[in-house]
């Protein structure tokens, strides 16, 4: 396969020999939007984490996905949940998705005033957009589990998207990066 102009071309490597450092930072090259997954736990207890795997897949039916480490403390709580809000956050959130990241911090209950649980499902209170899903079904892919999911309910406002890349998050303000 070529390169293309004024690119090298870089060995493929087979897995066996795949770094896994330098791996990270190529798919750091790659910015991902950044969302917080929110299930209720068989106790009835709001289980909430940062995530920037999810990706769409389907508009008939509706369809998200996102991955969830197969070793995660909470990888039951959304595998079994049935339903889950899928929360994008506002380039305003950094401070959300850094606690709800940190496997400590987002284990201390979330306010009312940060989650809004009226309808049941929680969710992020400002987010750009918001989904309601219901569990489909669970692949194990890897060292995740592919969670799939039908959009029942969704809701959008205006604000700049949050973004991460190169191991920072950053913002998309959705203007044209040339004219």
Known sequence: MAAGPG??????ASAPGLEA???R?????YPTGVAIAAARDALGQVVAMTI?????LSLDPPLVAWSIGARSADLAAFCDAG???ISLLSSAQEPHARRFADPLLRRAPASAALLD???GTPRLRDAVGWLC???????????????????ERFAVQPGEALAYHRSRYTRIDGQRAWT
């Not at 930072?25 to 090259?29: C, P, S, T």
């Not at 920037?52 to 769409?56: A, H, V």
């Not at 899903?133 to 959009?151: I, K, Y």
């Open 52 to 56: 920037n795997s999810f990706s769409t």
């Open 21 to 23: 450092t330098a791996l």
């Open 83 to 85: 339903r889950l809000g």
């Open 133 to 151: 899903c219901r569990v489909e079904r669970s692949l194990a892919v890897g060292d995740h589990v592919m969670l799939v999911c039908q959009v």
């Open 7 to 12: 690119r090298e071309s870089a060995p493929l």
């Open 117 to 119: 649980l009226d309808n």
């Open 25 to 29: 930072h190529v798919f750091g090259q």
